[in-house]
């Protein structure tokens, strides 16, 4: 009886290392050809301004490699009409590399995205012409691939850049953000057209 007691933890012990040994032998979820679309929500507050801003948030990406993808994304920007001090418009493309760190079906990836704002502040006689102000933006991005297709995601953002109006004193575009979403994914075929089957007909 004895034995039996010993041998059931040692027996438990040997099932959990197994279990643990095949996980981290399981290849990451992200890999070359991997392409994913998503959406979400974006909070943003800027940096030089009192001001607090919300998005809405799609992005599409595509692995070339395993660990490097290009991305691109688009923050729709929804003004707050009793916000004091809000910009009008904000919206902005983004378009840039991103660099993944996978294990298993957990990622972690950051992105370096330039692209344009579209932004416009009424605000005296200044014109109502929508300007386009180039940004740069920086991110840490973590995502869970949940099943084949479907992910959920968050990330953080810092976003930099200028809006010049008539003053002398450029509206600063600074901005932390913080998104949340879901999105979903296939792979690609990438095999070389050379290597590939042709179709009989």
Do not use: W
């Amino acid at each position: 009886m004895e034995k039996i007691k010993i041998l059931i933890p040692l027996f438990t012990i040997l099932v959990m290392q197994h279990s643990m040994a095949q996980n981290v032998s399981r290849p990451p979820f992200v890999r070359q050809g991997l392409m994913d679309m998503s959406a979400g929500l974006t909070g943003g507050v800027m940096v030089f301004n009192p001001v607090q801003d919300v998005y809405i948030n799609t992005s599409f990406a595509y692995c070339m490699e395993d660990r490097i993808a290009v991305r691109t994304d688009f923050f729709f920007f929804i003004p707050d009409a009793n916000f004091k001090g809000q910009l009008n418009r904000n919206s902005s493309i983004l378009f840039g590399a991103e660099y993944h760190f996978p294990f298993q079906r957990f990622d972690l990836s950051l992105l370096l995205e330039p692209g344009v704002s579209f932004v416009y502040f009424q605000q005296g006689s200044t014109s109502t012409k929508t300007q386009t102000e180039p940004v740069i933006s920086s991110s840490i991005s973590t995502s869970y691939y949940i099943l084949q297709n479907f992910h959920v995601f968050a990330s953080a953002m810092y976003l930099h850049g200028d809006y010049f109006m008539e003053q002398a004193k450029p509206y600063q575009l600074d901005e932390f953000r913080i998104t949340g979403g879901l999105g979903i994914n296939i792979f690609v075929n990438h095999v070389p057209l050379f290597q590939r089957k042709r179709v009989k007909f």
